[in-house]
């Protein structure tokens, strides 16, 4: 079994940076991708970034390219998402998500394990 578990929420000015990360553990794959989602009151969750682990690469939703980043430290097993210029429309709970396979998705249901979510404000 895989567990992951985010932490780095709080409340922030718009304007501000957090720094979200995600640590796994548990059974390993030969090959896994990991992503971030959020999902804000009364809205459906939606896909924020995700990471291919063995390439590194990225992919964003429009709604956060040039302000989001979203990086990996194999040794420490963690993801992190870097944000910049938040603004109150990022406001959500932010969930961290892993999938078995090296291929990036945008749709939540191609994820298998996921954590608790971390709760990110951000006050006008």
């Known amino acids: 079994q895989v567990q992951v578990v985010e932490s780095g929420g709080g409340l922030v000015q718009a304007g501000g940076s957090l720094r979200l990360s995600c640590a796994a553990s548990g059974r390993t794959f030969s090959s896994y991708a990991m992503g971030w989602f959020r999902q804000a009151p009364g809205k459906e969750r939606e896909f924020v970034a995700a990471i291919s682990w063995s390439t590194g690469n990225t992919y964003y939703a429009d709604s956060v390219k040039g302000r989001f980043t979203i990086s990996r430290d194999n040794a420490k097993n963690t993801m992190y998402l870097q944000m910049n210029s938040l603004n109150p429309e990022d406001t959500a709970v932010y969930y961290c998500?892993?999938?078995?396979?090296?291929?990036?998705?945008?749709?939540?249901?191609?994820?298998?394990?996921w954590g608790q979510g971390t709760q990110v404000t951000v006050s006008s």
């Open positions: 998500a892993q999938r078995r396979g090296a291929t990036t998705y945008t749709d939540s249901c191609k994820y298998d394990y």
